[in-house]
């Protein structure tokens, strides 16, 4: 019997708490609710960095940031080009062997190789891919009968002095309304990409990864989708009041400097911009409908597993007012939605608690196309839960941040067990939070007399995660969290 084929699909800096299969009570996404009805929910997954070009070369190599190279993004890189380590070879170059074509449609933002320099077919968008400089977008608008991506008529949101009727891209590239179609929006051009990929492949197993811009700002519903939600409905996040008292001093200072005019505002205007987010997270959750719904009518539903996840989280105005991701390592941006639909609906509409990450998505495609996972890699394959959701698949997670670029570095290190997450931040104190009592890590328990058996577990146990996965700061690390007395 031949493998089974693998559709990924991935969206753009997501909270998990914006979509329905995972609680939302608001924001309405019916197509990805599908997949879950059909799959196995993951409600402990994360990101091993909430930045995008190493989060995903993690999920596509099975490495951590510090062996694959992407330390921070590359379209950021300032003073020198990033690349992939020679090392960190990307799931078409083990499929290949396997006899499994690999497809890839939209936001790349990985290197400068772009998906058809690691053996993918499809399209070639180099870089963040925002609207407004992406060739490949362009032509396929022009192909369609439109002048092209920046005739388009943007109503910009988010400038301070209200609406501006302009152009993509945005001058401030936060929120607006574009003036398309659904179908010839940027979400269209993945969807319709992504259904050719899946046209052109049907005949042999396939890896077709449709990778949506998106629901990242700058967030451009249409007019559809445009006030699909009030901000009127929209309660303030439990923590949206944290005043980050005993949490390391830079998260109030980059709160405070990275997007002032969010920052320092109330509800009442975060609670717009989260509305317009949910919004084109609707849109874009149509276009998903449109794979899926193909994938039905190729009968390819039949033998293909469904993968839906997203590279990081986001904050949007979480704890006191943070802007996008950053020098913080919360739940809303290193949780991840990860939901796997089987082709024989096993296990079908359930949830795992185990913990697992993003990255491990790279193990698991491996070993659903009977393929060699190499051993040097990070990624372990979750494929278990196919036949025991509860299946154990890891005993903890380890999560990073690098800093943005070369300019400066704010190195921090995550630990997530079942219960506790325990911080390292080597320019500043440590993080501790229990999550059962404290799920939206309100108070740093780092220095609580009843916590500090448990503060020194948890710091000796990344120690050693950072020394068995190869972390150059691995001995550094472990004297500054006291647990080691000499480099």
């Known amino acids: 019997m031949p493998p089974p084929n693998v559709l990924l699909i991935m969206l753009d800096q997501v909270r998990v708490d914006a979509i329905g299969a995972y609680g939302s009570t608001i924001c309405r996404t019916p197509n990805i609710d599908r997949i879950a009805a059909a799959g196995i929910r993951f409600d402990r997954a994360y990101?091993?960095?909430?930045?995008?070009?190493?989060?995903?070369a993690s999920l596509f190599s099975g490495l951590l940031s510090h062996r694959h190279g992407m330390l921070y993004n590359t379209t950021a890189a300032l003073y020198g080009r990033l690349d992939l380590a020679d090392n960190a070879t990307l799931l078409p170059e083990?499929?290949?062997?396997?006899?499994?074509?690999?497809?890839?449609?939209?936001?790349?933002?990985?290197?400068?190789?772009?998906?058809?320099?690691?053996?993918?077919?499809?399209?070639?968008?180099?870089?963040?891919?925002?609207?407004?400089?992406?060739?490949?977008?362009?032509?396929?608008?022009?192909?369609?009968?439109?002048?092209?991506q920046r005739s388009v008529r943007v109503q910009d949101y988010s400038t301070p002095d209200g609406p501006v009727d302009t152009t993509m891209p945005t001058p401030y590239g936060f929120d607006g309304i574009i003036d398309l179609p659904t179908e010839l929006t940027p979400a269209g051009f993945v969807a319709?990409?992504?259904?050719?990929?899946?046209?052109?492949?049907?005949?042999?197993?396939?890896?077709?990864?449709?990778?949506?811009?998106?629901?990242?700002?700058?967030?451009?519903?249409?007019?559809?989708?445009?006030?699909?939600?009030?901000?009127?409905?929209?309660?303030p996040w439990p923590n949206f009041t944290d005043d980050l008292e005993g949490k390391p001093r830079i998260q109030q200072r980059y709160r405070d400097c990275i997007n002032p005019n969010f920052s320092k505002s109330n509800w009442k205007t975060w609670s717009k911009t989260i509305a317009r987010h949910y919004d084109f997270l609707t849109m874009i959750d149509t276009q998903i409908g449109r794979i899926l719904d193909e994938l039905?009518?190729?009968?390819?539903?039949?033998?293909?597993?469904?993968?839906?996840t997203s590279d990081h989280g986001d904050t949007l105005g979480c704890h006191g007012g943070q802007f996008d991701k950053g020098p913080y390592m919360f739940e809303e941006t290193y949780r991840v939605p990860l939901i796997?639909?089987?082709?024989?609906?096993?296990?079908?509409?359930?949830?795992?608690?185990?913990?697992?990450?993003?990255?491990?998505?790279?193990?698991?495609?491996?070993?659903?196309?009977?393929?060699?996972?190499?051993?040097?890699?990070?990624?372990?394959?979750?494929?278990?839960?196919?036949?025991?959701?509860?299946?154990?698949?890891?005993?903890?997670?380890?999560?990073?941040?690098?800093?943005?670029?070369?300019?400066?570095m704010f190195l921090q290190r995550m630990l997530v067990t079942k219960r506790h997450k325990y911080i390292f931040n080597a320019a500043d104190f440590d993080e501790l939070y229990d999550l059962e009592a404290d799920p939206h890590e309100l108070k740093n328990i780092?220095?609580?007399?009843?916590?500090?058996?448990?503060?020194?577990?948890?710091?000796?146990?990344?120690?050693?995660?950072?020394?068995?996965?190869?972390?150059?700061?691995?001995?550094?690390?472990?004297?500054?969290?006291?647990?080691?007395?000499?480099?």
């Open 340 to 408: 796997m639909r089987f082709p024989d609906r096993a296990s079908a509409g359930t949830a795992t608690q185990s913990l697992a990450t993003n990255m491990d998505l790279f193990a698991t495609i491996l070993d659903l196309a009977g393929a060699e996972i190499p051993g040097d890699r990070h990624a372990r394959s979750l494929a278990a839960v196919r036949e025991d959701p509860a299946a154990p698949l890891r005993d903890c997670v380890v999560g990073q941040f690098n800093g943005f670029d070369r300019r400066g």
């Open 47 to 56: 990101t091993t960095i909430s930045i995008c070009s190493p989060a995903r």
């Open 296 to 308: 039905r009518s190729l009968g390819l539903d039949r033998n293909t597993v469904v993968i839906f």
């Open 446 to 487: 780092i220095n609580s007399p009843e916590m500090q058996e448990t503060r020194q577990a948890l710091a000796r146990r990344l120690a050693n995660e950072m020394q068995e996965t190869g972390d150059p700061h691995a001995e550094h690390a472990a004297v500054l969290m006291g647990v080691s007395t000499s480099f």
């Open 94 to 148: 083990h499929l290949e062997a396997a006899g499994c074509q690999c497809g890839y449609a939209g936001k790349w933002h990985i290197d400068h190789q772009g998906p058809l320099g690691h053996g993918f077919t499809g399209t070639r968008c180099h870089g963040f891919g925002l609207p407004g400089y992406v060739k490949e977008y362009d032509e396929w608008l022009q192909a369609q009968g439109h002048p092209g």
């Open 192 to 235: 319709a990409r992504t259904i050719d990929l899946l046209q052109e492949m049907r005949e042999s197993p396939f890896l077709i990864t449709a990778s949506f811009w998106g629901p990242h700002h700058p967030a451009l519903p249409n007019a559809e989708f445009a006030d699909t939600y009030s901000p009127d409905d929209i309660p």
